[in-house]
């Protein structure tokens, strides 16, 4: 056999694999916000959530006779909740919703790693705002999909004229203020909260120094 009779045979093989290789790299590309969401939510889980758990849960037995682990599995749970409730909202929203929460997750992962002393409030201060975040896409979506009974509505307020052009004319004017709240207010909001950490915490972040330097410092009080 030569090699063009080999490269014949082996042709519709190799066209299969590139087609399946590109539809699954299509797809990552258009899930890549929830993918990375997910990156990030499994990292805080199995990394920082069990970090944490293991802080608050060790106790020191008398006489040196080792450490008492009482778990708790609270923050996991918290983390899986979040998780589970932005994949949902992810899967409902349009753009840019999940790139926003995309950011929401890195900009939570790089506050965890770089803000060590504040990871305990970071943990269920970040999550519960994600978490609201996402519940209110949830929010939106279902409220822009519902269509109410006009006639119906307008029967109980007693209403008059036409009601389908109110209700339209109502829904078209609060969508701006929605947009604005959803896609500038909010995330802004959770990242400025994020960046006042970082400055709060600035002096520890460029130089923190070693134990026996900050020790000193703390001696002296910061004098020469």
Known sequence: MDWQSLWASLQPYLIVWANGFLSVAYWCWDNAPLLVAAVCGLVVLFVY??????????????????????????????TSLTLLVWCIAVALSAPPIPLIG???????????????????????RQKT???????????LRLALSYSPDVERVSATLSGRGDNA??????????????????????????????????????????????????LGALRSRGEK
Do not use: C
Request: aromatic share 12%; charged share 20%; glycine share 8%.
């Open 49 to 78: 959530d069990r970090t944490s758990q293991r802080l608050a849960g060790d106790r020191a037995m008398r006489y040196d006779r080792g450490v008492h682990v009482q778990a708790s599995y609270r923050s996991q749970i918290e």
């Open 165 to 214: 052009m109110l209700f339209d004319s109502i829904r078209d004017g609060l969508l701006p203020y929605i947009a604005l709240v959803m896609w500038v207010m909010y995330p802004l909001g959770y990242f400025g909260m994020i960046a006042q950490r970082f400055a709060v915490n600035r002096g520890s972040l460029l130089d923190g120094g070693s134990p026996e330097a900050v």
């Open 129 to 139: 705002l994600i978490a609201v975040y996402g519940l209110l896409a949830i929010a």
């Open 102 to 124: 995309m950011a929401m997750w890195l900009a939570f992962l790089v506050a965890l790693k770089l803000i060590p002393q504040e990871r305990e409030g970071l943990l269920f």
